[in-house]
């Protein structure tokens, strides 16, 4: 069965049947060696590549790029290790070798979804890096190939392979601090302007376009640099909620205890202090409303002020009780702080520290021990974990992509839960205000207010934000017909 067989008709008519297995794909257990194949290796896979292959009884064996030159390059500092691979430029060729067990997913966001659904098709285990989806409706769909097919599928949130970060949340769930009443978290990451081009670029040379693009709408390309800022663009990424948020606001929704959508979202925000070709928020909070404890999630791409985009961009962001990207538990005897993915600190009401936790675990290892156990419940970074902490990323740029320029007094009238809304709004606009954002000429986005139907994971009401749950993908890209 050729790939384009595959893609088209396969998928529907069972095609992991078809394809040949391993045995380890055919579960019968743990097999002498797991044959890796991994995607998207110029950055992030590549740290896939080598945390793979320190493991006992794991070998990377193929390599999968759009592009030539990073594939070859890559290709050879493995030979130069001792290590030989397989490479290959387009992924539904990876996944009908009947020889590989797993694959790894560390490819632009807007592939994440479709990947990982041809690869449960063709009996491949998967790590899919996080955001597990581009869009809301992708997630779920996801979630139902895995289990149609009896796959392992691990989601990249490392954080959940953290013994402090377990240990202290269970702490906090035992009441020491008392009951939670707010998460916040935080992406306080420096961003400076990716440009601005006169007209279309030329694609690198070695580059697949086609193939890159994939399931996001053609267009030319219309930015400097081709490889990572497409992460500021929504057609083929989240901007930094789906970026670097996505593991913080899975530390929220983790130690609040929600396993589903909330009733409402709202953001407000905007892509302050620079006019370049990037179209997703560099300051955006989004506020996502559970009866039991709301998360509030803040983004801030610029620095302190207008002084440190001259002199110290990266070494002059906002703090908040400490820390520029982490997650602050709010209950009411005091809080809990996580600041990065191996520790987490307890303060009561007057900032003191109660109790400090420190410790993590290898990712990796967690998902293939799963992998060879073929128990789904050992697994720490679920996909159904990933798809919902992935969603909540989704909705609030939903909400800000529904919402209008407006004076941010009229934003502050609009916007007056929860309690400390109103102080937050004022929080986010002196921070552009000391960045030369100037209120008289222009205005902040405030996001469209959307009720939520957390059994169904839709809109209440909006068929146009409706219609933004999801993208069915183009040409021979679109998305599987049995998903």
């Not at 302007?193 to 086609?210: C, E, M, Q, T």
Request: glycine share 10%; proline share 4%; with cysteine.
């Amino acid at each position: 069965m050729d790939r384009r067989t595959f893609v088209t008709t396969g998928i529907a008519a069972g095609a992991a049947l078809a394809l040949g297995r391993s045995p380890l794909a055919l579960g019968a257990g743990s097999a002498d060696e797991i044959r890796v194949g991994v995607a998207g290796i110029r950055s992030r896979g590549w740290s896939h590549v080598m945390g793979l292959n320190r493991l006992e009884g794991v070998r990377v064996v193929a390599l999968c790029d759009v592009d030539q030159g990073v594939l070859e390059n890559r290709q050879r500092e493995l030979a130069e290790k001792g290590t030989t691979t397989d490479i290959f430029r387009d992924f539904r060729d990876l996944i009908a070798r009947d020889d590989i067990d797993v694959v790894s997913i560390a490819t632009p966001n807007h592939w994440h979804a479709m990947q990982t659904v041809w690869a449960c098709a063709a009996g491949k285990d998967v790590y899919v890096e996080k955001p597990i989806s581009h869009n809301v409706r992708e997630g779920r769909l996801m979630i139902e190939a895995a289990s149609r097919h009896g796959r392992i599928v691990q989601s990249g949130t490392q954080s959940r392979s953290s013994s402090a970060i377990r240990d202290a949340i269970r702490w906090m769930h035992q009441g020491n601090i008392g009951k939670p009443t707010l998460a916040r978290g935080l992406c306080y990451k420096p961003r400076q302007s990716i440009g601005k081009v006169d007209g279309p670029r030329d694609v690198p040379k070695g580059i697949d376009y086609d193939l890159w693009v994939g399931p996001a709408p053609m267009k030319p390309l219309g930015r400097r640099q081709f490889h990572y800022d497409w992460h500021w663009d929504f057609d083929t990424g989240n901007g930094d909620l789906g970026n670097q948020g996505i593991h913080q606001m899975d530390l929220c929704r983790w130690a609040l205890g929600h396993e589903r959508l909330p009733d409402r979202v709202v953001a407000y925000g905007g892509r302050f202090g620079y006019d370049d070709d990037g179209n997703t928020p560099n300051t955006l909070v989004s506020v996502l409303d559970y009866p039991e404890a709301p998360i509030i999630f803040e983004v801030r791409g610029l620095p302190n002020s207008l002084q440190a985009q001259k002199d110290n961009w990266g070494g002059s962001m906002d703090r908040y009780l400490g820390m520029t990207i982490g997650a602050a538990i709010h209950c009411e005897e005091g809080t809990l702080l996580i600041p990065n993915y191996s520790s987490a600190r307890a303060i009561d009401r007057t900032g003191k520290t109660i109790k400090e936790w420190r410790g993590a675990q290898d990712h990796f290892k967690n998902f293939i021990d799963a992998v060879r156990s073929r128990d789904v419940e050992s697994l720490n970074g679920t996909l159904e974990g990933g798809h919902l902490s992935s969603a909540l990323c989704h909705l609030g740029n939903i909400s800000y992509l529904r919402g209008e320029m407006v004076e941010p007094k009229v934003a502050a009238g609009r916007i007056t839960w929860p309690t400390t809304a109103a102080a937050d709004i004022e929080r986010v606009v002196a921070h552009l205000t000391s960045n030369g954002v100037d209120f008289a000429s222009t205005g902040i986005v405030a996001g469209k207010m959307l009720e939520i139907d957390a059994a169904t994971e839709r809109f209440r009401e909006d068929a146009v934000a409706n219609e933004m749950l999801f993208r069915p993908g183009r040409a021979d890209y679109v998305f599987p017909e049995e998903a």
